[in-house]
């Protein structure tokens, strides 16, 4: 007879609620255990996620870096690899190359030779051989030093015809630059009073209208030497204590005359400084300016250096150019012209 198992009261019911309260909480537990796993292992996923792009951006060394770090020994340094990578070269080009380099070899063998038969035939050459040809250059052609000068021929100059009486006054003179200094010694002795005539002797013939003016230290344009004659007639004035000089030449042509005189008086003062400073000096009635006035009707320019009549007259008469040093002495000749 088997054994009759008795059912356990009701009140017994209680524990069991308790057992689910109880694994209740058990599982809550356990829950919270995976969450907090889950949320560790998504924390390191993200860590790990998040260097590795780190990682990747650093960029891997270069093997040979490596290798020269792990190895003890050092090599040489290596050339710098060109930026360009070569190419290799063409049959083409090889045979271009070929041919410029035998033609620069060929090039310096020819000149080694050319120049080995110079030095020798330069060598040996007789020494003589120069000298006769530069004796045969200086025979030939002299040097320009040696060559002859061309001579001018003098100016004939006809016999002087006097622009009107006045005693005479000859002055020997080797040539026109004795002029001046004979006249200054004239003007020093005591010259007979009033108008002279001053004529010059010479060993060839009497000195031209040129050779006066360069004699009496005067320069005048070009213009005005065009208009000039070879007569002319060379004076002194004496009047108590005034010594004066002056001349008298003829004209070819009166036209544009007084144009050129008065163009000529900006430089006129200049011109004739060394003939003016051998009569007299400048006093207090210097004036740099020309004025005007007239003798007689002829008209006249002069330029005052001095109270005592002395200074630069000029005019035209009778296409005749009258230059003197005085006022006086101007007026006297004009009367005579």
Do not use: C
Request: proline share 9%; net charge neutral.
């Amino acid at each position: 007879m088997e054994p009759e198992f008795k059912q356990s009261p009701t009140p017994k019911e209680e524990p069991t609620e308790e057992k689910l309260e109880f694994l209740k909480r058990e599982e809550v537990r356990t829950m919270e255990k995976d969450i907090a796993k889950i949320r560790e292992e998504g924390a390191k996923a993200e860590q790990e996620h998040i260097a590795k792009p780190k990682e990747e951006a650093v960029p891997p060394k270069k093997p040979e870096v490596v290798l020269m770090q792990q190895s003890s020994f050092t090599p040489p340094a290596l050339p710098k690899r060109p930026l360009i990578p070569r190419r290799p070269l063409k049959q083409r080009e090889k045979l271009f190359i070929r041919i410029v380099a035998g033609g620069i070899f060929v090039f310096l063998v020819f000149n080694a030779v050319a120049f080995g038969f110079w030095f020798f035939f330069k060598k040996n050459a007789p020494v003589k051989q120069p000298a006769q040809d530069t004796q045969k250059e200086v025979v030939i052609t002299p040097p320009p030093a040696m060559q002859p000068r061309p001579v001018e021929p003098l100016p004939v100059v006809s016999p002087l015809i006097p622009f009107f009486t006045a005693p005479e006054q000859k002055l020997a003179l080797e040539n026109q630059d004795e002029l001046l200094p004979k006249l200054q010694e004239f003007l020093a002795s005591a010259p007979a009073l009033g108008l002279t005539n001053i004529t010059l002797q010479t060993k060839e013939n009497p000195l031209s209208v040129k050779e006066l003016l360069y004699g009496l230290q005067i320069t005048i344009p070009q213009e005005l030497t065009a208009k000039l004659k070879e007569n002319y007639m060379l004076f002194s004035y004496v009047a108590g204590e005034k010594k004066r000089l002056g001349f008298v030449v003829e004209l070819k042509d009166t036209v544009e005359i007084q144009e050129i005189l008065s163009s000529f008086e900006q430089n006129m003062e200049d011109s004739t400084a060394s003939f003016f400073a051998s009569i007299g000096q400048k006093g207090s009635a210097y004036t740099s300016l020309f004025r005007s006035t007239s003798y007689k009707g002829v008209p006249v320019r002069f330029q005052t250096f001095s109270m005592i009549d002395f200074g630069i007259v000029y005019g035209v008469i009778n296409n005749t150019l009258l230059f003197t040093s005085s006022m006086e002495s101007f007026q006297k000749v004009a009367d005579l012209l």
